[in-house]
């Protein structure tokens, strides 16, 4: 299980940035993907989870309507489009891969996902 996090840059409030997620070594209907934030000084926090189904989930109230997750079984890859972006989405963003099964509620923790990718930094000026 390989993933390979890509896409984040400095970008100023407001503007947009498309994360991806390049896995390998398994194919999306078969785990779970994950992006998850972590700040200076935080702990790491679920932002977005698609499931096996292909069902998604935004465990994060603030970036809900701004954040969204998608992928691509052909190219093997999920991203993350982040648009209207903010100071506070300022952090290293990983992408995670879990074999899960598909259910609703408690999903998209941290403490689930056991492959990570090696993040990649997303810097949001005001």
């Known amino acids: 299980v390989q993933l390979q996090a890509s896409g984040g840059g400095l970008v100023q409030a407001g503007g947009s940035l498309r994360l991806s997620c390049a896995v390998s070594?398994?194919?999306?209907?078969?785990?779970?993907i994950g992006w998850f934030r972590q700040a200076p000084g935080k702990e790491r926090e679920g932002v977005s989870c698609?499931?096996?189904?292909?069902?998604?989930?935004y465990p994060l109230d603030s970036v809900k309507g701004r954040f969204t997750i998608s992928r691509d079984n052909v190219k093997n890859t999920v991203y993350l489009q982040m648009t209207n972006l903010k100071p506070e989405d300022t952090a290293v963003y990983y992408c995670g891969a879990e074999r899960l099964p598909d259910y609703s509620g408690g999903y998209c923790l941290t403490r689930d996902f056991g492959s990570w990718g090696q993040g990649t930094q997303v810097t949001v000026s005001s």
């Open positions: 698609i499931r096996r189904s292909g069902g998604s989930t």
């Open positions: 070594g398994f194919t999306l209907d078969r785990y779970a």
